[in-house]
């Protein structure tokens, strides 16, 4: 795996949770999988973060959880986004967006002004 | 979810953690094996992907709020398989708190309902008590003359009612008995209480021609009506006039007098008794302004009848059924007992926990070392010791239950009636403290151990070497607890020598009589509201002419050396006096105490006669009038005179009784007052009322064998007179002296039990630290060390911290022993004696428990100690 890896600035990891949870009912296996995938491996997030996120997403009540079989038939913990997870996603990439806006014009400036 | 609901699903969370992150691991290592990783290999890499699977856990646990429960249920676990280990160790910590726990709790259950509960009146704000004093003459309540003045201030008071303790005698139906009784019409409407059966009285009890109604306590009841609730309108005989009962009131009501058992209406005349006031406030007035009418009142009949009224003083104050001082105190000082008991028990289980700590040092220290953090040890410490402390908690409850059990018999079986003793119990309070006491046992247990372990040096101690060293800074803490235990059982046994020496003084020193081989009954007469009842003895001379009779009667008994009647006997707890206008010890003049006798009653009493004569059958009415008096009276009165010869001046202009004797002073009222003036006065010239009229008789024999005889005699004169309260003097003595007996013996049996607790816990630290030391000693005997000096140095060790805390304690006790002075008869508080005796007691016991564990060490092979590092 020779390519670049990020560490992912606070916060982001909810919001990235959120969004590929949106998609559909997923356990925690699959959303790994698919954070990597999607960021083409640069956002790996390893078990002992995920895990601890996912529970405290659940405990707000951002993602429900039940539990159901996999394609393999294997029993396993299904995360969904309830109503309260959607807004906080809607508001949470907005704000995304505006912070990284920001963030590449200040960087921008900064790269001209040099 | 609630933190109970998770805690009783936590199975569940941990099986589903569980289950979701094996499904996790799983599945990463089926993927790495299709990506070519053989088995070891892809459970190798997601090992280190996931970065440790209990690390993991944790986070997930903390995310959701639920380590606290998994770290508690480890410590739980932990703690369960240590007492597992150990049940020896575990049974005797909890049997040491159990008792601790258990014997503050009873004591706290009695405290609370006696002193703590509050007032069991509605509105017990507006609820006053009126007083009178007077700066020029002694008054004991308030003369029924004053009380017309100011009763009908309808502003100032809503409601009011005068009231009066008698003595009355049950008798027609069953054997008679003497009850107290509470003389007034309108108390209980004042204070707001209701009947449980029946009615209380009211003012249609006062009506002309209205039969006398009577309300019973529920303890007579019980005792004299068996609970019947068919009692209400029956009949019944009180002091010879007829009576109904109207009502009974609950089991909880005591008013005011805890001993009072029935309340009957009071008619006030001019002449009626001292009377005692409470009242219910108008509402918007407060006792301050009820105070500063009731001044202008006084201020007012002081003007216009100087004479009666100078110097007069009425206050009004908030009621409060508190008992009486001494009483109060007592308890008190039990509790504070009980609470020394529970330190020494914390200090007893402090040490044991010390000593298993220290054993466990290599395993506390490993994990020390694999990151528990301090703080997670301390917590495992404190859930032990607070698990314990539960256990010894519920053990304790048993052990208070036998505890109240055995003091509310002893309490029972006192001569007076404790107040609000029936409110005792084992109630949500009670448990309360003693939940707290549990959770502060705990806390004070634990804190020898948590020392030491915040102390550990890791590094040392794991270099130790295989046997146990005794770590740093443990034998410090181990010579603090010896400290400890002795000093707070020096308090306690300070304490209880104080009680039981006074109370020795107390009954050797010479109170004017000799009470061995006397026999006392009571044949009362009438009551205190009504010294002359209708029918057989309505009249002074047909009352004197009855015990006339019956002590001819007494006389012929053979073993009889000599009998008298008195119209009060010594110690009864009340007084007589007559209104002899002499100055008292204060210097106010005032009534004086008097008692009316026959003849022989300072033979049949043992009090030695030391000038003049005694009284004789022909000191009678129409005889010249004669009094014989006490030796205060008659240093006070005639200092550098003969007193014999000398007349008595009374209130009235009149010359009063010519003195014919003086006898040695006497107890009066009660044994540890001292004795004040009195004068005795023939009763066949005068008679006080007689509802308290005694035949005191000296026998040759064994007194109580002729109780049977007299009573006989007493029925052949009139068989339907009461015969009461038939009790050796001895008997009336020691019921007098209920309350510094009381406190000796329960002083005794705490500080007994402060001695085996220090005994044991001195035996344990230095069974203990001699073992820690083991290879200290060894290289001292390698060295040339004999046995004595071995002793000398594990005596040493014991017997320095001791003393420290003795000193420490004796100097503790200096300063508190002087609130115990109030209840102290004849000795200071500071009484070297007692103080001197403690400490050598404590000494010797230290000394003894030491001894042998100290020379077990010395037997030990010293080489071979020393091989075992």
Request: overall charge positive; proline content about 5%; some cysteine.
């Amino acid at each position: 795996m020779g390519s670049e890896k990020s560490d992912l600035p606070q916060g982001t990891l909810d919001l990235l949770i959120l969004k590929t949870v949106a998609l559909g009912p997923v356990h925690g296996y699959a959303i790994a999988q698919r954070l990597q995938q999607i960021s083409r491996d640069v956002v790996q997030v390893p078990g002992g973060s995920l895990y601890p996120a996912l529970h405290r997403l659940e405990i707000r009540n951002l993602l429900a959880a039940e539990w159901g079989q996999t394609e393999t038939g294997r029993e396993a913990k299904f995360y969904r986004l309830t109503r309260s997870g959607r807004m906080h996603l809607q508001t949470g990439s907005a704000s995304w967006k505006r912070l990284s806006e920001a963030v590449g014009l200040i960087l921008e400036t900064a790269k001209g002004g040099a | 979810m609630n933190w109970w609901q998770r805690l009783l699903r936590r199975e569940d969370q941990e099986d589903h953690l569980d289950l979701e992150l094996r499904f996790h691991t799983d599945e990463r290592v089926a993927d790495l094996r299709r990506s070519g990783f053989s088995e070891e290999e892809a459970r190798r890499r997601v090992r280190i992907e996931f970065g440790g699977l209990e690390q993991v856990k944790d986070d997930c646990r903390d995310a959701r709020g639920a380590r606290w429960i998994e770290h508690l249920h480890q410590d739980l676990r932990y703690t369960a398989r240590m007492m597992g280990k150990s049940p020896a160790f575990t049974s005797v910590v909890v049997a040491l708190l159990a008792l601790g726990i258990g014997a503050n709790t009873a004591v706290f259950s009695i405290v609370d309902a006696v002193l703590l509960k509050a007032s069991p009146y509605p509105s017990a704000h507006s609820l006053v008590r009126v007083e009178e004093s007077s700066t020029s003459r002694k008054l004991f309540g308030v003369p029924a003359k004053h009380y017309q003045r100011w009763a009908d201030r309808s502003d100032v008071f809503e409601k009011i009612a005068p009231y009066i303790r008698d003595t009355v005698t049950l008798a027609g139906d069953g054997e008679p008995e003497q009850v107290i009784a509470v003389r007034s019409l309108q108390l209980l409407p004042v204070l707001g209480v209701a009947a449980r059966l029946g009615r209380t009285l009211s003012t249609s009890d006062d009506e002309v021609g209205a039969p006398n109604a009577a309300v019973l306590s529920d303890r007579l009841w019980r005792r004299r009506y068996h609970g019947d609730p068919s009692v209400i309108g029956r009949a019944i005989t009180i002091s010879g006039d007829a009576y109904v009962i109207a009502g009974v009131m609950p089991p909880d009501f005591e008013f005011h007098y805890s001993e009072a058992e029935m309340w009957t209406p009071l008619r006030l005349t001019p002449t009626s008794p001292w009377l005692q006031v409470a009242a219910r406030l108008r509402s918007g007035v407060s006792a301050t302004q009820a105070q500063s009418a009731l001044e202008s009142v006084a201020h007012q009949m002081a003007q216009e009848e100087p004479k009666e009224y100078a110097g007069l003083k009425i206050d009004v104050k908030p009621w409060r059924d508190t008992p009486e001082q001494k009483y109060k105190s007592t308890l008190v000082f039990v509790s504070v007992a009980v609470g020394l008991i529970m330190l020494i028990v914390c200090a007893n289980v402090g040490s044991l926990l010390l000593s298993r700590a220290i054993q466990r040092q290599k395993e506390i220290t490993i994990r020390a070392s694999l990151g528990a953090g301090l703080w997670r040890i301390v917590r495992q410490l404190l859930c032990e010791s607070l698990v314990l402390a539960l256990l010894g908690s519920l053990a304790g409850i048993l052990v208070a239950r036998s505890v109240l059990e055995v003091l509310t018999k002893q309490l029972a079986g006192l001569p007076i009636v404790l107040p609000h003793l029936k409110r005792v119990a084992l109630d949500e309070r009670v448990l309360g403290f003693s939940i707290v006491l549990c959770l502060v046992a705990a806390v004070l247990c634990s804190l020898a151990p948590i020392l030491l372990a915040t102390r550990t040096d890791l590094q040392a101690a794991l270099r130790g070497g295989q046997a146990v060293a005794a770590p740093r800074g443990s034998s410090r803490l181990f010579s603090t607890l010896i400290a400890l235990e002795a000093g707070f059982a020096f308090l306690l046994l300070v304490g209880s020598g104080l009680m039981i020496r006074s109370l020795v003084r107390l009954q050797q020193e010479d109170h004017g009589f000799r009470p061995d081989h006397v026999l006392t009954l009571r044949v009362p007469v009438g009551t205190l509201t009504q010294p002359r009842p209708s029918g057989k003895y309505d009249t002074r001379p047909r009352q004197m002419a009855y015990y006339r009779e019956i002590l001819e009667r007494v006389k012929t008994v053979p073993g009889i050396k000599a009998a008298a009647v008195v119209n009060n006997l010594p110690l009864s707890g009340i007084n007589s006096s007559l209104s002899f206008n002499l100055p008292g010890p204060d210097g106010k003049s005032g009534p004086t105490s008097a008692r009316t006798i026959s003849p022989q009653y300072f033979a049949a009493m043992g009090i030695s006669l030391i000038a003049g004569r005694d009284f004789a059958d022909s000191d009678q009415a129409g005889a010249p009038d004669v009094a014989i008096i006490n030796e205060y009276l008659a240093r006070q009165l005639f200092p550098n005179r003969n007193p014999l010869g000398e007349k008595l001046t009374t209130e009235s202009s009149a010359p009063g009784p010519m003195i014919v004797g003086v006898v040695k002073d006497s107890s009066q009222m009660s044994y540890e007052s001292p004795a004040g003036p009195e004068v005795y006065i023939p009763y066949q010239q005068f008679m006080f009322a007689t509802f308290m009229s005694t035949i005191v008789v000296r026998t040759e024999g064994e007194p109580t064998a002729l109780a049977a005889t007299l009573r006989k005699q007493v029925w052949a004169v009139d068989p339907n007179q009461p015969v009461v309260q038939v009790q050796t003097m001895d008997e009336v003595i020691a019921n007098s002296i209920w309350r510094p007996r009381f406190s000796a013996w329960i002083f005794s049996v705490l500080s007994a039990l402060s001695l085996i607790l220090t005994a044991a816990g001195v035996y344990g630290i230095v069974a203990n630290t001699s073992v820690l030391r083991a290879h200290e000693l060894g290289i001292r005997v390698a060295l040339g060390a004999t046995a004595s000096d071995v002793l000398a140095v594990i005596l040493r060790g014991a017997l320095i911290p001791l003393v420290f805390g003795l000193g420490l304690s004796a100097l503790a006790a200096l300063a508190l022993s002087r609130f115990l002075a109030n209840l102290l008869y004849g000795i200071s508080s500071s009484d070297p004696m007692t103080y001197v005796g403690a400490g050598a007691l404590l000494l010797g016991i230290g000394v003894a428990a030491s001894v042998r564990p100290a020379w077990l060490a010395t037997k030990r092979d010293p080489l071979r100690t020393l091989r075992a590092d």
